[in-house]
Every structure is written in C-alpha cells, then in structure tokens.
C-alpha cells in the first residue's frame, strides 16, 4: 500500500485554537454547550497523543488506515460545526452593536416576541443534532484506539518537529553538470541551418525530472541567443494541448501586448503577421500529445520566420520528438555520481563540496545513488536536508523504508515522497492543497498565501508578525526545499514541476479539490462539502458551462467551501444565495461582467478577500459590507464605473487592502476623516480616485481639506492619486515620514499647478506623473524643503512623465554641484508629451540605461548627449 500521509495533526490544531477562543467559550455559555465543548477538547487530546503511532502503522494495517480516514473526516466536519458556532455569535455581536448605537428609542420587548429570538431558536434546533452526532463521533473514535493498540509517542520523532530551515531568504538557482549540454544545445540553437519549413525544431527528450526545462531556460536566457535571435517565446504546453491557448500565449510573448481574441484562424492570422519575416526562438515546454494533425495546425504560423529560426520542444517521449522534428531529438541524460554528489552539497550545505562535511560525503553519494542521479530527487532532498547536518539524520533519510516502496504502486518518485513526508508539519497542508493547480499553472505568492489563510493552515503567531507575512515565509520554505520554481515567463510567477504536482495530487486525495470545466453531471455531493471552486482557466465562449452549472445548480452545495472563484468568468448575476455560505474566508469575481453585488453579500462575515479586480461594469458594492469586520482585502482596482463608497469603510478595522477609494460622491470633509485611513496601520497600498468627469461643484478649497482627511498611515508602501480637482497637493504627499513609500503615481490631476515635495522619499523606486495639464514650471519644490543634501529621490530607479502639454520649465536641481547627482539609482527615464519643454539642468545620472524621448522637442535629447552610462 502507498503512504497516505494526512495532515490531521495541523487540522486538531486549528481546532484546538478555536476551541480556545474567547468569543466561542462565552458563546458556548450562553447556549449552555460549555460542557460538551470541554468535552471535545478532552477526546481529541487523547486522539492527538496517538496519531504519530496511527500514520506509523497505517501502511500496515488497513484498520488504523481507515481510523485516520474517518478520523479525518471527523476533523473537517466538527471545524465546519465550530465555524458554525463562531459565524454565529459574530452575527450576534453585531446586532448588539448595532442596537446600542441605533438613534431609535429603545423599548424593551420580550425577546420570545422578537425576530432576534426567532433565528437565536432556529440556530439552536438546527445545531443541536449537529453537536451531539459530533461527540457520539468522537466517543467511538476514543474507543477504537484500545481495539487498535494505538500507543501514546512519549517522545516525538524528530522530523515531525517544526524545524525551519537555516534562513528564509531565497535560495539562488545552481546548475551543475550541464555545461557540456548548454554549449552542444547553443551549436544547434546559433546556427542558420533551416528546414523546408523555414524552422528547426529541436527537440530535448529526456525523462522526468532529469532537467529538460532547465536545460532550455539556460539557452533560452544567454546573450547570444538574445543577440541572434528578433523575438523569443516560451509556451507550457502540458497533456492538455489546446492549440488556441499556446498560441494566445506565444502571441503576448512576441508582440508584448494582450490578445483578446478566441477564434483561432483570428489569433493565427495576427501571429504570422507578428512572426514574418523575423528569426525566432519559441520554446514548447513540456509536450505529450502525438498526434500530428495537431502539431500541423499549431506550427502554421511559424512558416513564415526567416532562416535560423528555431523551435525547443522538451518532452519525455521519443514518439512526440519524431512527430514534430525530423532531426534526431538531443536526448538529455542523468547526472553523474559526482555531479548530483556536488547539487546535493549545495543544496544541502550552501557548498559546492563536502570538505567541511567529510563524514557526510559517503552517505551523500548513496543518496544520489538511490536519487537514481536525478536533479530534481537530488535538489529536493537537497532542501530537506538543510535543515540537518548530523550523520545519523542523513542515514536516517539514507534508510528509511519509504524508498523500499514498489514503483508499481505509485507514480510517485521514491525521494520526492520521503521530502514530503519529513515536511514539518505546518508546511504539509500548504503543499497539499497546491493540488488544485493543474499541471503547469503559473500562480501568484501573494494569491496563493492568500488561499492558504482561507482555508485555516496559517498558524498565528504570538508575536506581532501578520498572518499574510507567516503565509510568506511558507512559501519561502516551500521554494526553497525546491518545491516550487520560479515561472520561465514571469519572475513573479511560480510554478510546480509536473512531478511535484503528481505528488501534491497523491496526498491531498478528496481533501483538496477543485471543480473544473469537465465537471460531471453526477458529482457526488460529499466531495462538494470540502472542494474549492477554483477555476483556472476558462475554454469556452460566453457564459461558461462550470460557471452556470455552479451558480445555478451546486451553489448551496458548496456551503461549507472556504474558497470560491469566478475570475474570468462570464457571469453577470450573483444569487443573493451567496449570503448562505458563511463559511467564505476567500471570494474572488475578478474580469466577471457583474453591475452589481447582492445585498446579502455583506453576511458573509468571515470573509477575508473579496477580488474585483477588473469588474468593469460594476457600479456598486453593498450597503452592509461594514459587517464584513474580517475582511482583511478589498481588491477593487480597475473598477471605472464604481463612482462611490458605501459609508462604513472605518469600521473595517482587520483591512489591509483596499486598491481604490472612490471619491466622486464624497463631498464631505467628515465623511472623508470617517475613513479613517491614518490609523489603518496594516494597509500598505491605495488608490484615491475622484471621477475623471469634472463638474465644478466643489471648490479647490473643498477638494485640498477632501485630500488632508484622506492622509494614510505612512506605513504606506505604494500611493496613486487619480484625478484630483484642487489646485495644490497636501503636504503629507511627499513627506519623509513616509519611510516604505515605494511607489507613487499622480494621473489626471488636471488642475494642479505644482508638483508635490517628493525628492525626500528615503524608498521612492518608481514615480509616475500623467496629464498634469497646468503644471509649467518644476522646481525646487520637486526636491523637498531642504535642498542642501546631497542626494535627493536617494532610491529613485524609474521616472515617467507623460502628457504635461504646459510644462516648459525644469529648474529644480540647478543648485547641484559638478560632483552630486538627484537622481544616484536612476535606471529608466521617459518624458513624452511635453512639447514646450525646452530643455533641462544638466542631469549628472550615474545609473541610466534606458531613455526614452517621445513627442518632445528636439533640445530635450542633446541635454543627454554627455551620458555615458547609456
């Protein structure tokens, strides 16, 4: 039998926190449960003392197999009746709360002769059978561990510890033993040899795991290839071979735009027009598919590149190789004993040797051995044994009985097993649940520790750290044990590798699902109770079949779900049933075409993130959505038709973004103070948008006191001001106390006369200036109030300024000696519309290597003309 391993350990532990909440007990009380809720924690304390005996003996005996099984199904339900209990006594304390500060008079009514009391009775019939099934449950548990002879793990095993790694800063990517490769790979990359078809493809076939993607980012990345070649793109193609969407993505990569088109003859036709007449480098990662036809329908776009273009095409199977090159495919082979040996000590020691370590050496090189000299076995245990460095813990992974586990019983590599199952026990679930990415799925850091936070793995910590930056330092450690790797088209991107996915999708088992485009009529319900909704990627046009058959049909069923997403989806109604699934941490409508929110949006007061990015059409959000008290992200940006918000934005005390504030209808100074934006300490980025539509109606006067109330807590690490009426900035725009201020952008404040004091920014890294139509002059002002220091903009990279058709002055760093510069750091200029702009101060920019001149006079480019730096 395999080895299921489970995560019961981290689930009882999320429990036990909220067991111990102080709301719940007082709640408990009240609805006299204290006893039986005392009782839980007393059998589950009982049940965790034996689990690390019960995952020994699972492989086995099927019985304590099953045990875990049920145990694990206990677990999730009784969390599903405590979130019940907790939802529960927040919707009360806010009724309470919104009683005490009502301006009706109050009148006592008996409470059998309320409403209140009417759903106080509901709740508690409909809890009561919930509650006492659960505890029959546990009992039955508590009385099978004599019947299996589980015993109590007086002293714990050492990998199921906490241990962390050495330092949570990310690990540099190392190759060795591939250079020989890279140079034979470059050979037939540089060369101008082309086929009949106009282009070469070159495929590299090796098994998985040996490294055939990384051999490809080596050559797809080197300066000659940049240098040869016009264009490059790089395409995951996975088994799921979708013609339309690599094509999609091979067109964004060459024409660095966006593609909104889904016929593909449509997306073809404008990639050929892309491609002709240019020789190209186009990379197709990770291919099955054998069928020809298919290929043939794929490459017709590329017939029209100049001689020397090339295609990379890695695969792990000689048939697809044959089908698509009638070159003999570069076939990439394991490392050597002495190659894997030297990526072991570098993973495993930060060195490239085992001089420090001899007593490792020998039992290091019968790892790699038993890693069958494959990079990714090798750089994954690599990461596990980071974290220790005494003989006896590297013989114990050397012997453990995992690696006697027969392949006929599991896809799963032997070494990649064993580093999941030594993962301390916090990591475990994080990993597990990263199995609702298909395979080759590009995801976000911060999405995907968002998502962890919903679903409860994130362990709080005592110190003052937020739970977003616990999320962090996860996925560092994931990363860095090599299960995830950096995106080959993305630097903020990340990705699994095909063989960590299989292992992510064989640990999670039922527990962590998504329901996705090929979702079958008869899906059973069970599974419904603890999937995640998690589209990735949509397939069909208009209104998508998953999408309807959810909204419409499976809603309710997914009420215990702590994740839902319709991002991309081409849905325009939410039932006002979304209000029933108050177990929601994480809702995402991003790119939907939804005008407006349900009005029972707002009950869902667990909720965490709510994402809007890109919801166009939207024109409001609820009345109520000040009863969101937990909601901790408010994704609105790119949201044009959103002209006001709801009153109660103060009272969302947990949030720490909120990507825009909408300001047309504010037209009064307190509202604005009630936002209270100076002591939300924890929100770290904000846009303040006014409409783009001017109408006069307030004074300059009105609109500068507007944005002095506005002032954030100068935590505060990017800033966008769109639109603004009056006639000057407030004085905490630019002000130094904003230390972690790394971003600022001022857009289409049209009547402003005068930059803001920005130079004294210690963090200022891009700044941005857009249609300052009455701006004439820059001077001192842009620096600071003191002008006498050396430096100002100290950390200033990227500088753009567009469409100030007035501008005809810049004086402000005349007073800069031959030897000081403004601008130290400065790597990216761009100035465009501004064609009265003359000339400038002579700029003294040390760091420069991108300038860029647009619709300006003539006189602005000779003012560079001295810089050697470009």
């Keep these: 039998m395999a080895l299921i391993e489970v995560f019961l350990g981290a689930i009882i532990k999320v429990i036990f926190d909220k067991l111990a909440s102080v709301d719940l007990k007082k709640f408990a009380r009240s609805e006299g449960l204290d006893t039986q809720l005392k009782r839980w924690i007393q059998v589950l304390s009982l049940i965790q003392a034996v689990l690390d005996d019960a995952e020994d003996k699972q492989n086995m005996r099927i019985a304590v197999k099953q045990w875990l099984d049920d145990l694990q199904d206990l677990a999730y339900d009784m969390d599903d009746v405590i979130d019940e209990f907790s939802t529960e006594a927040c ?47 546990l009992e039955s548990m508590k009385e099978q561990i004599k019947i299996l002879h589980l015993a109590e793990t007086v002293v714990k095993r050492p990998n199921k510890t906490r241990d962390r790694l050495p330092s949570t800063s990310l690990v540099e990517s190392y190759v060795y033993g591939r250079e020989n490769d890279k140079e034979e790979l470059l050979k037939l990359l540089l060369s101008n040899e082309s086929s009949d078809d106009q282009v070469v493809v070159i495929p590299i076939v090796g098994m998985g795991g040996v490294g055939k993607t990384t051999l490809a980012q080596m050559v797809y990345n080197d300066d000659r290839v940049n240098e040869f070649f016009d264009s490059k793109a790089w395409a995951c ?11 999609k993505t091979i067109l964004k990569a060459i024409t660095r735009g966006v593609c909104d088109y889904e016929d593909l003859n449509m997306v073809q036709v404008k990639l050929s027009e892309a491609l002709t007449r240019k020789r190209f480098l186009i990379v197709l990662d990770d291919v099955w598919n054998e069928k020809y036809e298919d290929w043939d329908i794929l490459r017709r776009p590329f017939l029209v590149g100049s001689s020397g273009s090339k295609i990379i095409v890695t695969t792990r199977h000689h048939r697809v190789a044959s089908v698509m090159s009638s070159t003999a495919g570069y076939s990439l082979k394991e490392l050597t004993d002495d190659e ?18 001899p007593n490792l050496e020998g039992i290091g090189r019968s790892i790699v051995r038993k890693c069958k000299n494959l990079p990714l076995a090798v750089k994954t245990l690599g990461g596990l044994l980071r974290a220790r460095s005494t003989p006896d813990e590297w013989t114990d992974i050397l012997n453990s009985e995992i690696w006697e586990i027969k392949e006929d019983q599991s896809d799963i590599l032997p070494a990649l097993r064993l580093s999941y199952y030594h ?55 994931l990363l860095m044990r090599s299960f995830f790797q950096q995106s080959s088209s993305a630097s903020s991107r990340f990705v699994m590798h095909d063989l960590i996915n299989d292992l992510a999708r064989y640990v999670a088992g039922d527990f962590c699902s998504r329901l996705t485009d090929d979702l079958e009529e008869n899906i059973k319900c069970t599974i419904l109770d603890k999937v995640s909704f998690l589209p990735v990627s949509g397939k ?24 839902l997403s319709f991002s991309g989806y081409a849905i325009s109604d939410l039932p006002n049933s979304i209000g029933e699934l108050i177990h929601l941490r994480y809702l995402n409508l991003s790119g939907t075409s939804l005008k407006v929110l349900p009005e029972s949006l707002s009950n869902l007061c667990n909720l965490q993130t709510l994402c809007l990015r890109d919801c166009w059409g939207l024109i409001n959000l609820p009345v109520g959505i000040r009863k969101l008290i937990n909601l901790r992200h408010l994704e609105n940006s790119n949201t044009s038709q959103l002209h006001e918000m709801p009153s109660g934005i103060d009272q969302l005390t947990s949030l720490q973004t909120l990507s825009k504030v909408v300001l047309q209808n504010v037209t009064n100074v307190q509202e604005a103070r009630d936002a209270n934006l100076k002591n939300k300490r924890d929100l770290d980025n904000i846009v303040l948008a006014w409409n783009s539509e ?51 952008s001022l857009r289409g404040c049209t009547h402003c006369k005068c930059l803001p004091s920005l130079g004294q920014l210690p963090a200022l890294k891009d700044l941005s200036i857009q249609t300052m139509l009455e701006v004439k002059a820059v001077g001192t002002e842009l620096c600071g109030k003191d002008c006498s220091w050396e430096f100002s903009f100290p950390s200033l990279e990227s500088l753009t300024i567009d469409d100030m058709p007035e501008w005809e002055e810049w004086t402000c760093l005349s007073s800069v000696g031959e030897n000081k510069c403004h601008f130290p750091l400065l790597q990216k200029l761009c100035i465009s519309g501004c064609p009265k702009l003359k000339s400038i101060p002579v700029l003294h920019l040390p760091s420069l290597s991108e300038l860029k001149l647009q619709k300006c006079s003539v006189g602005i480019a000779k003012c560079f003309y001295n810089l050697t730096s470009l």
């Excluded at 193609?237 to 094509?247: E, I, L, P, W, Y």
């Excluded at 954030?712 to 009426?725: A, G």
């Design 694 to 744: 001017y109408d006069g109606s307030l004074s300059e006067v009105l609109q500068q006191d507007l944005l002095e109330a506005l002032r954030p807590h100068t935590n505060l690490t990017s800033l966008e001001i769109e639109f603004y009426k009056g006639d000057k900035f407030s004085s905490w725009v630019g002000d130094s106390s904003f230390s972690t201020l790394v971003k600022v």
């Design 237 to 247: 193609v996975s088994d799921d071979f979708d013609v339309v969407g690599v094509t």
């Design 91 to 137: 919707r009360r304390k806010l009724m309470e709360a919104q009683g005490s500060t009502s301006k009706v008079r109050k009148v006592k009514i008996p409470s059998c002769c309320t409403n209140f009391s009417v759903k106080d009775y509901k709740f508690n019939r409909k809890m009561a059978p919930k509650v006492d099934e659960i505890t029959r449950r």
């Design 540 to 563: 069909y046009d208009g209104d998508f079949y998953i999408a309807k058959k959810v909204i419409t049909e499976l809603l309710l069923e997914l009420r215990y779900s702590r994740v």
């Design 340 to 357: 894997s040996l030297w990526l072991l000590a570098r993973h495993a020691l930060g060195r490239t040797n085992f001089d420090r370590h």
């Design 423 to 477: 993962l301390p026990a916090h990591l475990k679930p994080c990993f597990a649940y990263c199995s609702i990415f298909p395979k080759d799925y590009e995801f976000d850091k911060y999405e995907l520790v968002l998502l962890w936070m919903a679903e409860g793995f994130l362990e709080e910590s005592k110190a003052s750290d937020l739970i977003e930056d616990i999320g962090d330092n996860y996925f560092k450690e």
